[in-house]
């Protein structure tokens, strides 16, 4: 039979204690989609720069897309999504009924970036979706240059 000293029961009963607080603690920080201050997470997931030609940011808060329209000179641009809330949101980008980009993000505030090229100036139509409402998203259009 090995013998423990006496502060093994209270060094295991630290470390048990610990591990509950962190759990607790990790559930009760999760972004709340529904109060969240759009504004206010956009500015820091997405900050602003330079060049921007159009942008957009909001809660989905149902399957149902929200769509955008956008009316573009032709050019190079880079379009950035970033979600939050969990799960995965995507950008459907199409010009004159033609798709040009499908983006996907995690909802986890990871930014993906694409480029799109317009060849003629023209109207953009986006879509903004999630199957995993509800999540928050912002997106920018910037020229490249």
């Avoid at 950035?80 to 033609?98: E, H, I, N, W």
């Avoid at 990871?110 to 109207?123: M, Q, V, W």
Wanted: glycine share 10%; net charge negative.
């Amino acid at each position: 039979m090995a013998l423990f000293p006496t502060s093994m029961p209270r060094a295991l009963t630290a470390v048990a204690a610990a591990a509950v607080v962190l759990g607790i603690s990790g559930c009760a920080q999760q972004l709340s989609v529904e109060n969240a201050d759009v504004p206010a997470w956009k500015a820091t997931a997405l900050p602003s720069t330079g060049g921007i030609v159009a942008e957009d940011s909001g809660r989905i808060l149902n399957a149902r897309p929200v769509d955008h329209t956008e009316n573009l000179p032709a050019g190079t641009y880079t379009l950035t999504l970033v979600c939050d809330g969990g799960g995965k949101a995507f950008l459907a980008v199409r010009s004159a009924g033609q798709e040009l980009v499908d983006l996907g993000a995690a909802c986890y505030g990871t930014r993906e970036a694409t480029k799109i090229t317009l060849a003629k100036a023209g109207t953009l139509d986006l879509s903004v979706s999630s199957v995993d409402a509800p999540t928050l998203y912002a997106y920018q259009l910037v020229q490249a240059g």
